[in-house]
């Protein structure tokens, strides 16, 4: 996903990939603080977050574990909060979401984004006011739809005509009338370095604006009177880095807006631009910060608008990765090394942890990069070529595909791999009945377990044969 590419180093060009950074590190146990959770430090080569270290968190709380530096997330998510100070955040809680979360993100002031009915519990469990609350996905059913009503979400992003009866219906039956937003695709596909323009939109979220289809929607809207209409939705793609494809979208939808005014007489109250901003995962990625975010897309809009005439409409942003990405480090013990020789007699070194793919899909899954180091102790040894991979019956297991790590790096000791808060947990699965770690929030001394680890037994209890239910 985040492929920076360097020029490959001499003796390994064979080895490693071409797009990778190749050059063996001046210090392989340095913490680059762009990368890592803010509070990591090494002391006496021991690695610490959150004021512990980690051989102690892990002596207590086991491995693999997540561990989640409160005061970075609450940091981050205050950036975001003050970048966009007249605007709405909407923490996206499919990144990661627990009750402890969603009351950080509330005690922040933050919105939050669900995108389940299982979101939509987690936020209700933590008891996050409704009313900041967007509610979206392609295919809510409707009790899902019923459920949000209910609750009383504030916003329901809506996502096909379908959903539109369907929630009209419902809203109408409960007597009540739900402000909305019109999840348009406005052709605009983004991700890392580069955007397109003009995107296929073969797709399944939102109304297009192609073919008219984003006006048929609104104007299926507006002739509701149980749903009203708040406003416009995009959201063009994850972990990017380069704002002009927001720019291209805004530029979009404020077009639409003017539409809308010229054929209903309507303003566009609202606009989202979704989330997609982007983390560093490994050097050399270089994310803007929340405020140069903030300043540009605000302007971006306001621009656009002005010069169409338009009110400026409400901003909002939808960041997870940006908020929980960078705030947590996955911490695995190793089980075993092999030094294994490659054709035209190279080496790597297959480090093989105690997780794997069931806690992190996405470096099978996207080809993503991490960076890691050993967590337990610093070493003198020469750096060497290494893969760090899964316990997992497969050989696509990789956590980290190319890395480089100290050639007496052995079974026992500990492994980190920064930037994991994001899409790690949240989609971590029990492929070959390995329990999910927890997730530990460290802040000022203190660990908290704010997910606890599954255990054979809650497994063993989903199967109706093994009498443990
Ligand atoms: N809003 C909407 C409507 C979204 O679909 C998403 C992500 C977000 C906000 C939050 O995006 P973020 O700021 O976290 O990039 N599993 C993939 C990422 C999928 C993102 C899906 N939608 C990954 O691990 O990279």
Redesign the pocket.
């Known amino acids: ?1 985040s492929r920076s590419a360097h020029p490959a180093g001499p003796r390994h060009a064979d080895v490693l990939a071409e797009l990778h950074p190749l050059n063996p590190p001046t210090d392989p146990g340095a913490i680059d603080p762009s990368i890592w959770p803010a509070s990591v430090n090494r002391v006496e080569g021991v690695l610490r977050i959150g004021g512990r270290s980690v051989t102690e968190l892990t002596a207590e709380h086991g491995s693999p574990v997540f561990l989640l530096d409160e005061d970075d997330l609450r940091g981050r998510a205050r950036s975001y909060a003050q970048a966009f100070a007249n605007a709405d955040v909407f923490y ?1 809680g ?2 990661f979401l627990c009750t402890a979360v969603a009351r950080w993100i509330a005690d922040e002031g933050l919105g939050l ?1 669900v995108c389940s009915g299982g979101e939509l519990a987690v936020a209700s469990a933590a008891g996050f006011p409704p009313e900041r609350i967007a509610m ?1 996905g392609n295919n809510k059913s409707s009790i899902e739809l019923r459920r949000a009503l209910e609750a009383g979400v504030g916003l329901i992003i809506l996502d096909s005509f379908d959903e539109i009866d369907r929630l009209a219906t419902l809203a109408d039956s409960l007597g009540r009338q739900q402000d909305v937003l019109v999840r348009v695709t406005v052709g605009v596909e983004a991700h890392t370095h580069e955007f397109i323009a003009t995107a296929h939109e073969d797709q399944k979220f939102g109304f297009s604006l192609r073919g008219g289809v984003a006006a048929d929607a609104v104007r299926r809207v507006l002739a509701s009177p149980a749903l009203r209409l708040a406003g416009l939705h995009s ?1 063009i793609g ?2 990017i880095f380069d704002l002009d494809g927001f720019q291209v979208a805004a530029a979009r939808l404020v077009d639409f807006a003017v539409a809308l005014r010229d054929e209903h007489g309507i303003e566009v109250e609202r606009l989202d631009l ?4 982007g983390i560093a995962y490994v050097a050399g990625d270089d994310p803007h910060s929340p405020k140069e975010i903030g300043e540009r897309l605000l302007d971006i809009v306001a621009r656009a608008s002005r010069a169409a005439g338009l009110n400026v409409p409400r901003i909002a942003v ?5 908020i929980v990405g960078p705030s947590t480090m996955t911490v695995y013990e190793i089980g075993t090394v092999k030094s294994i020789e490659l054709d035209g007699g190279a080496r790597r070194l297959y480090v093989s942890v105690d997780g794997g793919m069931s806690d992190n899909i ?1 470096t099978a899954l ?1 080809d993503a990069d991490y960076t890691c180091t050993l967590a337990n102790r610093t070493s003198t040894a020469e750096p060497v070529v290494a893969r760090v991979v899964g316990k997992h019956c497969e050989s696509g297991d990789i956590v980290v595909r190319d890395t480089w790590l100290p050639a007496d790096t052995r079974p026992g000791d500990l492994l980190a791999i920064a930037a994991t808060g ?2 790690c947990h949240s ?1 971590a699965s029990n492929y070959n009945h390995v329990p999910r770690p927890a997730v530990v929030a460290v802040q000022d001394g203190v660990a908290t377990v704010i997910v606890r680890r599954e255990t054979e037994d809650d497994l063993l209890r989903l199967d109706p044969g093994s009498g443990r239910q």
């Open positions: 996903m996206a499919k990144a984004d979206h959201h994850s972990q979704g989330g997609g901003l939808e960041p997870g990765r940006a996405r996207y994001a899409y989609m």
